[in-house]
C-alpha cells in the first residue's frame, strides 16, 4: 500500500491563511510540522491586529519575542472570562430576614422584622423593596406608645436613627447594612432620606471601596402634630451607574458577609 506523503508546508501555509483561529489552533495540533506552519506571526499578526489591537501593538512596542498566536490567545481568554456569567448566589431571598428600627435618640420607637420572600421588590428585578407601614407592630414595653410607624413629635430627622440588618436564616449570619442618622429638618409631603456606604466584600480589603450605597427612605406624614411613617423602601445602590443592583447582584454581595465559610 502507497504511502501518502503530508503535503509541503508551503502549501498548509496557503491554506492556513483561509482559515479562522479556532481552525488554525485545532490544525496546528494534527502533528510538528502542522505546528510550526500554522503558528507563524505572518497568520496571526493580522487576526490579532484586527481582533484585539491593543495588544497588538505590545509585539512591536514593548516585546517582539512574544508571538502573535500568543497574544491572540491571551486576548481571547480575556473576552471569555468578561463575557462569562456570574456565578449564581449561594443564598435566596427564601434564606435571608430583614430587621429594620428606627431610634429617636436612644428609644427604639418602630421595628420590623421581615422575611425576604415577603417582601415586594420592583417589578424591574432590582434590589429595592417597599414595605407595607399596615404591618408595624406596636412595641411591647416602649416608652411611648409606638403603633402604625408612630415616632411621635419632632422636627429633625437628625433626631433618628435607622438600622438595617439581614439575618441568614437560622441565625448563621448577620451583616448590618445601615446605621445611620437623617440629616436636615422634616418637611411635610417629603421623604426621609437615609443613606450608608457599604463596605467592600472580602477580607484584607480595607484600602478599598465597594461602590455600592445602602438606601433608605421614609414617607413620613404628620397627624395631631405626630410624625407617622406612611410609606417605607429600601435598596442597594451603585454610586458609579446610580442605578439598584439586581436581586441576584445584591445577594452575590450579602453571601459575603452572612457566614461565608459555610454558606
Not at 48 to 66: D, G, K, R, W
Amino acid at each position: 500500500m502507497a504511502t501518502v506523503s503530508p503535503p509541503p508546508w508551503q502549501v498548509l501555509v496557503l491554506v492556513s491563511n483561509h482559515l479562522d483561529p479556532k481552525t488554525l489552533a485545532i490544525a496546528s495540533c494534527v502533528c510538528k510540522s502542522w505546528s510550526i506552519s500554522m503558528s507563524s506571526d505572518q497568520i496571526w499578526q493580522p487576526l490579532c491586529s484586527t481582533h484585539y489591537p491593543s495588544l497588538s501593538t505590545l509585539h512591536t512596542c514593548y516585546n517582539p519575542t512574544v508571538s502573535y498566536r500568543q497574544l491572540y490567545a491571551l486576548g481571547h481568554r480575556a473576552n471569555n472570562r468578561r463575557l462569562k456569567q456570574p456565578l449564581k448566589p449561594r443564598i435566596s431571598l427564601n434564606n435571608i430576614i430583614f430587621a429594620l428600627n428606627i431610634y429617636k435618640t436612644t428609644t427604639r420607637m418602630v421595628t420590623l422584622v421581615k422575611h425576604g420572600s415577603q417582601l415586594c421588590f420592583d417589578k424591574k428585578g432590582v434590589f429595592r423593596f417597599d414595605i407595607d407601614v399596615e404591618q408595624w407592630q406596636r412595641i411591647p414595653g416602649s416608652a411611648t406608645d409606638v403603633k402604625n410607624g408612630d415616632l411621635g413629635p419632632f422636627d429633625s430627622l437628625g433626631d433618628l436613627r435607622v438600622t438595617w440588618d439581614v439575618i441568614l436564616e437560622g441565625f448563621k449570619g448577620v451583616f448590618n447594612v445601615m446605621n445611620c442618622r437623617g440629616k436636615g429638618r422634616f418637611v411635610l409631603g417629603l421623604e426621609g432620606w437615609f443613606s450608608e456606604e457599604l463596605p467592600p466584600p472580602g477580607c484584607c480589603s480595607s484600602d478599598t471601596v465597594s461602590g455600592l450605597v445602602a438606601d433608605l427612605r421614609l414617607g413620613l406624614k404628620v397627624e395631631d402634630g405626630r410624625a407617622v411613617v406612611e410609606r417605607m423602601s429600601a435598596g442597594v445602590l451603585s454610586i458609579v451607574s446610580w442605578r439598584y443592583l439586581f436581586v441576584e447582584d445584591a445577594l452575590r454581595y450579602l453571601q459575603h458577609f452572612l457566614s461565608p465559610c459555610d454558606v
